[in-house]
């Protein structure tokens, strides 16, 4: 492991990997879209600071207290729609001139994709979407923000719920294969805001190490996977994304 603080510049090594790959992926969580104003989940500024987060983000507790939940994700959703995309998510749209990317994210909150990256698997859903937990009906038309008006329900009667994944369920499937099938083959692989402790989600990183990839973290702080990856980069992904973009371009000679 090499660590490099935010204003390191960017590796000779790095560099060169970058010069001669082809496949550059990315695994991204909640530390990506903080610079957007969209809270963490764990941490000092946390969402889960005050709460644990098995009394929110699952089944159970939904059926429990649907009006909590769904104020959550209402009162989440409203953040989401008024943020937008910041420099990290642009920083990884513009590697798409260079190679070719997929983004493998824990995100909910559609950020990539608004940002415009083509190829974005969600590991745990998208918290724009809901669905009938009854009937399976989609609701993705759901007013955002609209205040007490306790969870919503379908037409059948049925409670309508986040498409996202919570603990104990399953991650989509093609999302996931696809993801560490990506990950296998990359050259680069980058992780960025992500403190690693979720699984399966944070099993892909491993995958690309498996497959040879260079691993690159880039976090505020220190992680379980500082252990693993052969440099990380520490400061806002805000910050050193956009660098690391710049460093790439200079690989390619563009
Ligand atoms: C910055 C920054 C800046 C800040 N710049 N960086 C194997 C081992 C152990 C446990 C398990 C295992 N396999 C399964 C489990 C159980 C469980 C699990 O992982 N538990 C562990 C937590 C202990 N996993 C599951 O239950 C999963 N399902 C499953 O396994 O199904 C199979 C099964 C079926 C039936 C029975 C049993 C098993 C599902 C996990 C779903 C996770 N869902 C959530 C909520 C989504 C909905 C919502 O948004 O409300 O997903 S939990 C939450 O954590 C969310 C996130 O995507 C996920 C990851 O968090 P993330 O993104 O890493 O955020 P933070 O806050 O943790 O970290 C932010 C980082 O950013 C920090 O490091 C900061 O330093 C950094 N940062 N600002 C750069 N500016
Ligand atoms: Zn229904």
Known sequence: MKTKNASSPISDDLKRRLADARRVGFFTGAGVSA?????????DQGL??????????????????????????QYRRKIVHDAGPNAAHRAIVEMEALFEVEV???????LHRRAGSTTVRELHGNIERNYCVEC???????????????????????LIRPDVVWFGEM????????????????????????????YPAAYIPN???????????????PTEFSRV?????????GEIMPRIAAAAREARNV
Not at 35 to 43: L, V
Not at 138 to 158: L, Q, S, V
Not at 179 to 198: L, Q
Not at 209 to 219: D, K, P, S
């Open 48 to 73: 889960w600071k005050r709460m644990k987060p098995e009394e929110l983000a699952n089944f159970d507790a939904f059926m429990r207290n649907p009006d909590l939940v769904w104020e959550w994700y």
């Open 229 to 237: 990856a052969a440099e990380s980069y520490f400061g806002k992904a």
């Open 171 to 198: 991650l989509p499937q093609s999302e996931f294969t696809r993801a560490e099938d990506f990950a296998a083959r990359a050259d680069v692989y980058f992780v960025v805001g992500t403190s690693m402790v979720v």
């Open 35 to 43: 610079e957007s104003g969209i809270p963490t989940f764990r941490g």
């Open 136 to 158: 399976g009906t989609r609701h993705d038309d759901i007013e955002i923000g609209e205040k007490d008006a306790g969870a919503a329900r379908c037409a059948c009667g049925g």
């Open 207 to 221: 995958t690309a190490r498996v497959g040879g990839a260079y691993l690159v973290e880039v976090n505020v702080e």
């Open 104 to 110: 493998a994210t824990q995100n909910v909150d559609n």
